[in-house]
């Protein structure tokens, strides 16, 4: 039986990784950790999680397998690094960290203790994704060159007032919150890493027109005071140049006048592709390409997936030796970059090399 021990009791957790821990044989939810007690009761009472924690320090000693780390993203880090000090696999959620200085600690971490580490992000585990990283490997596409991702919402902040939109707690608003998303999926279907040149922007022109965008899911909130300010931008944008020539655009908003959804596009010498919003059933991946001489598209079979329960099932298949992470050292320290690249050229108005 692997005992998985889970900090942060909130909107994820109880909506995708608790859940779907449940439902693998071999897995027991142990133990749970939240530092607003009246969440932590109900969700240890809820999925009947025998052991409840409001001091992670303490979760972190205890005799378990491993830690999902669910707790505001400024947490990620040093929670990684205890629990895998402390003997325990970690799977971390997105976006892992808030600076390179920290993705490498974690990786030092790694290599000292032997743990399995993964990064959260399900969106490796789409269909789309799968089929598209499958025809770059392949050569279908020849030389990816050029990507967009975008990730727009209207009106929609996450958790407004709570630590999602606090620049301490979360490091950022929609680029660190959902353009990571969509950056780390597009890098991972091209196989792209390497950041050389950042340059990037941020805008707050929503603070006083806010609105809380439903996640985490209502239901999920039990005890939480929403009492702080919007100390983040409500719109980021980047352009990123890598080492080997290729270019990525990103743009990723809460709130803006502008169309909505998750979109992205690679470009590549011998065929593109673009990837609307997944949950448009009626809009699949669309390949533009040359069929003997003559320019066709073509819309690929996409197989049905269970995203977050197969991004679980990865997790405890490496921690039986059965998988290796899905996410590689490299990759995770990349989507860092652009990240932290993106918030620093937008304060210092220059770009940022690496
Ligand atoms: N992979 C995805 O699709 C996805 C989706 C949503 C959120 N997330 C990530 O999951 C994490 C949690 O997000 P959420 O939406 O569940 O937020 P949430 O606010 O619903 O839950 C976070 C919980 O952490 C608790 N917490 C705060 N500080 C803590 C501490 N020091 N120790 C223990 N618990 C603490 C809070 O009380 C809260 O209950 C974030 O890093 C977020 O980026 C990932």
């Known amino acids: 039986m692997i005992k998985v021990g889970i900090i942060g009791a909130g909107g994820i957790s109880q909506v995708a990784h608790i859940p779907n821990l449940q439902k693998i044989e071999d897995v027991k939810v142990e133990a749970i950790c939240d530092i607003n007690q009246e969440k932590l009761n109900f969700v240890a009472d809820k ?166 965008g439903g996640w985490p899911p209502i239901d999920t909130r039990q005890g939480d005071k929403p009492t702080g300010k919007m100390e983040v931008e409500d719109l980021a944008t980047g352009f990123v140049k890598f080492s080997n020539g290729a270019v990525l655009f990103v743009e990723a908003s809460w709130a803006g006048n502008s169309e909505v959804g998750l979109k992205s596009s690679l470009f590549g010498t011998k065929a593109g592709a673009q990837l609307p919003d997944p949950v448009d059933s009626k809009n699949p991946i669309r390949i533009y390409t040359e069929t003997n001489g003559v320019i066709s598209d073509i819309i690929p079979e996409i197989p049905k997936v269970d995203a977050y329960f197969d991004e679980v099932k990865h997790f405890i298949e490496c921690i039986k030796g059965e998988k290796e992470p899905i996410t590689k050292k490299q990759e995770i320290i990349s989507v860092v970059k652009i990240i932290e690249g993106i918030y620093k050229s937008a304060e210092t108005n220059s770009p940022v090399i690496y």
């Open 47 to 212: 999925f009947n999680i025998p052991k409840k924690f409001i001091d992670w320090e303490k979760m972190v000693e205890e005799n378990l397998d491993a830690v999902v780390i669910c707790s505001p993203n400024s947490y990620h880090a040093i929670q990684s690094i205890k629990a895998m000090e402390s003997g325990k696999h970690v799977l971390c959620e997105k976006p892992i960290c808030l600076t390179v200085e920290e993705a490498e600690e974690i990786f030092k971490t790694v290599e000292k203790t032997k743990r399995v580490f993964m990064g959260a992000f399900p969106r490796r585990f789409l269909g789309e994704t799968i089929v598209l990283k499958k025809l770059v490997n392949d050569g279908f596409f020849g030389e990816v060159y050029y990507l967009k991702a975008s990730y727009l919402r209207r009106r929609g902040i996450p958790g407004l007032g709570t630590w999602f939109t606090s620049k301490k707690l979360a490091g950022g608003g929609p680029m660190i919150d959902v353009g990571v998303h969509m950056i780390d999926m597009v890098l991972y279907i091209a196989n792209l890493t390497e950041p050389k040149i950042v340059f990037g922007a941020t805008f707050e022109k929503f603070k006083d027109k806010a609105i809380d």
